[in-house]
């Protein structure tokens, strides 16, 4: 099977969304599959090109990762934050990708990323040039979330994303998501409905083999690895840590994000002590920072449109044998709880957080036991095979009904 996968986001830039499309990528080619990837030269989340691309200045530039063809096209690159930016960087990469996707060669199945609800527009259009099956997987619904977020609001601009969503649905053989939430919102679509398949989040397991066991005395050291988005809400992670002091508590952020400087100056002017923020981290360092740490911690805002989230983070920090903090209601809470592999405290909520960090700082053998849980979790049901599998099933499904 011909393979494309057309998105926004893809290594060397760190996130979530990288290193799942990257292991994806990597999974199917491992199987047989001839697999390109179709995305922009590396930007996220500062705007400026990463090395080793920064000082190339070609419109045009092909890769080889391994078995993987990677095409990259040059577009509008702006930092993750501004809506007006950030829309065009969207915009012009979708525009740049189908004007330049005969060089990408034959598909039978192209596999967009949403969001951005650009690049899955892109793939409509990119999937019936080639004639290839269209699959769109919706790893955020798109522009609910940003309506739940306030960042759109009712206008023009909602009632034409919302056009372009159904158009994307409509055109789509397969729609993908990583959670039952997005999957039953997918299924009261009507453009959608009938195509929504789950495949769950995964983690590449060798990752996060052998760290070794966390500290067991002096304050629990804390990490929050990820992105410092609206959709997390970190100032109340920074007020939890504030709460329960120092000699408590130790508080390490790594990642970058539109928040960001919101949280800084959070942490400057009520002058938080244990909370550190170290900013974006290669995705190879992310290990070694949870080797350091001896709990996670995951967020999410309190709004009804992520009780159907579960995080990527959340299933890394499992796999490193790390207990997790969880400040968040639904799918999340409910796994995490089932599998009795943290803690799980009230969203937005810094008291019901902190006294969630105090408790793990307080008993060291519960924070081993729930980070062994977690271990245990993962290794059974979330690696990285299993997903390639599920993914392989499901695009051969797609092409096989497109034709």
């Not at 951005?116 to 793939?123: K, R, V």
């Not at 960090?357 to 299993?386: F, Q, S, W």
């Not at 993914?391 to 009904?401: G, P």
């Amino acid at each position: 099977m011909r393979v494309l996968l057309l998105t926004h986001y893809f290594p060397p830039e760190v996130g979530a969304p990288q290193t799942r499309i990257a292991a994806v990528a990597q999974g199917l080619a491992a199987r047989g599959h001839r697999v390109t990837v179709h995305t922009g030269i590396p930007h996220y989340p500062g705007g400026h090109p990463l090395p080793p691309l920064d000082a190339n200045r070609r419109w045009v530039v092909r890769e080889r990762l391994g078995a993987i063809r990677v095409l990259r096209t040059r577009s509008y690159l702006a930092p993750n934050r501004g809506t007006v930016r950030r829309l065009l960087d969207h915009a012009t990469f979708a525009a740049a990708a189908v004007a330049t996707s005969p060089l990408a060669g034959p598909a039978d199945v192209v596999l967009a990323e949403s969001p951005p609800l650009f690049t899955a527009a892109a793939g409509v259009a990119y999937a019936r040039a080639k004639r290839a099956a269209l699959a769109i997987n919706v790893a955020d619904l798109w522009p609910a979330s940003a309506v739940e977020l306030g960042v759109v609001e009712e206008g023009p601009v909602l009632r034409a994303a919302t056009w372009l969503e159904a158009a994307c649905y409509a055109a789509a053989d397969l729609v993908t998501a990583p959670t039952q939430g997005i999957v039953a919102a997918l299924e009261d679509h009507p453009d959608a409905r009938g195509k929504a398949v789950r495949v769950p989040p995964a983690v590449d397991l060798e990752r996060f083999a052998a760290l070794g066991e966390p500290a067991r005395d002096g304050p629990l050291r804390v990490l929050y690895a990820g992105t410092v988005g609206m959709a997390q809400g970190l100032e109340t992670l920074v007020e939890a840590a504030r709460l329960a002091g120092p000699q408590a508590v130790e508080v390490t952020v790594a990642g970058d994000g539109a928040e960001r400087g919101a949280v800084a100056d959070r942490v400057r002017r009520d002058r938080v002590a244990n909370v550190r923020l170290v900013g974006p981290v290669a995705a190879g360092a992310v290990p070694g920072l949870y080797a350091s740490c001896d709990a996670a911690v995951v967020l999410l805002r309190d709004r009804p449109l992520f009780a159907g989230a579960l995080p990527t983070k959340l299933f890394e920090a499992m796999a490193a044998a790390r207990p997790v903090v969880l400040a968040a209601r639904g799918e999340a809470a409910e796994l995490l709880g089932g599998l009795g592999a943290g803690l799980v405290a009230a969203p937005e909520d810094p008291r019901s957080l902190a006294d969630a960090l105090r408790r793990l700082a307080a008993d060291r053998a519960l924070a081993r036991a729930l980070g062994a849980r977690g271990r245990a979790a993962v290794l059974r049901d979330y690696g990285v095979a299993a997903a390639v599998e599920r993914w392989e099933a499901a695009l051969e499904a797609a092409v096989a009904r497109a034709r």
